[in-house]
């Protein structure tokens, strides 16, 4: 083969030199990662002190072993060889992949000692909170919840609830928040259902270790990074998504092998007591239990969860509370994941098909009327389709909603009385103009508030805060320039929606504008794909989770390495260079393979 490749070098093609050649280089760079300095010094330079071949490379095969498989090599290097080899090698890898052997020990005697969990199906209450952390904690360290096998069970269970509890899932969505059936539907089962599948699907792959490449000091060696479960997770839901925000964390947490306890939000009631009356039912007492939902208040019962060490915190909600969440993490240094809110700005460029983005924003703004942290919040829309824009706004909240939107199916109301009067407050302190909605259209006892649309000036009332309900904020910008410097001046908002055509316009504010994500051409879509990690970046959060990224998110990354004994004397295996005492020469050795690291 090293004779093979140094002919290649030296210009002399031929299939069998070629295949070889390109095998062993791609081999080199895959062990050091592709650096091209290890590649060229090391694995090639010596190649050219090799003589070359007098006579072409096939005059020295006939009636060797080796002349078959030049003519198979020459048969490879044909377009149709090429894809069939490429085929074959990936089933091959497919085929023969090899999964690692499982040896966790799971100690089935200390779930004897528990008082709580598996013990007793009475709803705890804050006074038992030390206790189940306690006992969450003592099964993660007995192993219980690390097994491959336990975990897809789990999430089984988890998929079990959601299909035979679909319709009860409707209803209390319904009797909390008036969720129109398709919202319903759509955020808080189908999202879920898709995550509980992707882990399923994929769970054994995630849970492999990860090979990674040779170091020049410890080679040669095996390393590679292993996933391991964090511990004992604490999930504190919240009243907008009361089901997604709560069981789409818990697929990482199961998937990732923890232990976790969940926290509904009261103040979405029915959704809090189905999800710890019913989901118990469905997984392994010792590896979920799910407190407070019959408790008055979320702050009392969240403060004492505090209290306790957890291994890794999600949270979803304001900024204001999770810097509560952070300030109780920090006494015991818990990782945090936060998913927080934000003012989330739309530009709608003079590109843009505005017909299109007024459509748009209308639909992303009233979405769970308006109840959501990634919902278009205020536009900055380009002064020469202002007026083009809030025309066509106010023509789709008619097609969308109907002329009487109270009494339709298609709006949900909000979700309690303090969220009431604050949103009231704000159509009454707003100086702009109605482009649709108003003052007065809103109705206080059935927490009805109309699809609005307000024309504002940039110092306006309702372009200081999140407005979080059905009220859309539009203000003028001269240019894209004018858009970026608003966006930058306020705190990181969870999404940022961009309406435009030319393609330079999306770059420039994509590029210059820090955001949890981006949808261009619509909103809200960068947060249903599974495939893009959902999270926010400064005010607005830190971590993110969906598909890969809720295992990621609940697992520790651990670095593995293991040393090759060769039979060298220690030439190569153990380098002598690296052990006292220090001399010269070996200062000289270490400093001279520092380009090699």
Not at 487 to 502: K, T, V, W
Request: with cysteine.
């Amino acid at each position: 083969m090293v004779s093979s490749i140094s002919h290649v070098l030296r210009g002399n093609f031929d299939p069998f030199t070629l295949v070889c050649a390109s095998g062993f280089s791609l081999w080199w760079l895959t062990r050091f990662q592709f650096r091209p300095l290890v590649w060229m010094t090391v694995g090639m330079a010596p190649l050219l002190l090799i003589p070359d071949y007098k006579l072409p490379v096939d005059a020295y095969l006939p009636d060797t072993i080796a002349a078959p498989l030049h003519h198979v090599a020459a048969a490879i290097c044909t377009p149709a060889g090429l894809i069939t080899s490429l085929v074959g090698v990936l089933a091959l890898k497919y085929f023969w992949s090899k999964e690692e052997e499982e040896v966790y020990i799971v100690d089935d005697k200390v779930q004897e000692s528990f008082k709580i969990l598996g013990k007793t199906t009475t709803p705890s209450t804050m006074a038992d909170i030390p206790t189940v952390a306690a006992e969450l904690r003592a099964s993660f360290m007995a192993g219980y919840s690390r097994p491959l096998a336990t975990r897809l069970k789990q999430l089984k269970g988890l998929r079990a609830f959601l299909v035979e509890h679909k319709e009860d899932i409707l209803r209390c969505l319904k009797e909390d928040l008036d969720r129109p059936r398709v919202e319903g539907i759509m955020y808080d089962h189908a999202i879920i259902l898709a995550e509980v599948d992707e882990a399923i699907r994929h769970l054994k792959s995630w849970v492999q270790p990860v090979a990674k490449g040779d170091h020049i000091l410890s080679m040669p060696a095996t390393q590679c990074v292993r996933p391991e479960p964090l511990g004992v997770a604490l999930i504190i839901g919240t009243w907008n998504f009361p089901l997604q925000l709560e069981l789409a964390p818990l697929v990482g947490a199961l998937a990732a092998g923890n232990t976790a306890l969940i926290k509904p939000c009261v103040i979405s009631p029915a959704c809090a007591k189905l999800v710890q009356d019913e989901l118990p039912k469905y997984l392994d007492p010792k590896i979920v239990h799910i407190l407070g939902a019959y408790e008055s208040r979320d702050s009392p019962t969240t403060n004492k969860l505090l209290e306790e060490k957890w291994d890794v915190i999600f949270f979803t909600g304001s900024p204001t509370v999770g810097r509560v969440i952070m300030s109780g993490a920090a006494k015991h240094l818990t990782p945090c994941v936060l998913e927080l809110g934000g003012k989330n700005p739309v530009y709608v460029d003079s590109s843009a098909d505005v017909r299109l983005a007024a459509k748009r924003c209308i639909w992303g703004r009233n979405l769970n009327a308006g109840q959501q942290c990634i919902a278009p919040d205020f536009v900055l829309c380009h002064e020469a389709v202002l007026d083009e824009f809030t025309a066509y706004c106010k023509q789709f909240v008619s097609e969308l909603y109907g002329a009487t939107p109270e009494d339709g199916q298609n709006l949900g109301k909000i979700v309690g009385e303090r969220q009431m009067k604050r949103l009231i407050g704000l159509l009454k302190d707003t100086k702009g103009e109605f482009i649709t909605g108003g003052a007065d259209q809103y109705n206080a006892e059935t927490r009805y508030i109309a699809p609005t649309v307000v024309k504002v000036e940039m110092d306006d009332a309702l372009m200081q805060d999140e407005i979080f309900g059905p009220i859309l904020a539009v203000t003028s910008v001269p240019n894209a320039y004018a858009a970026i410097a608003d966006i930058n001046r306020r705190p990181e908002p969870l999404a940022l929606y961009l309406f435009a055509e030319d393609d330079h316009v999306q770059k420039l504010v994509v590029q210059n504008t820090r955001s949890g994500g981006v949808t261009i051409n619509h909103c809200i879509f960068h947060v249903g794909n599974s495939n893009l990690p959902f999270g926010g970046v400064g005010n607005s959060g830190m971590g993110s989770y969906h598909g890969k990224k809720s295992f990621d998110c609940f697992s520790h990354e651990k670095p593995v390495l293991s040393k090759t004994k060769l039979p060298d004397f220690g030439l190569l295996s153990d380098a002598f260079f690296i052990y006292p005492p220090w001399t010269s020469t070996k200062e000289a050795l270490l400093v001279s393979s520092q380009p090699l690291l």
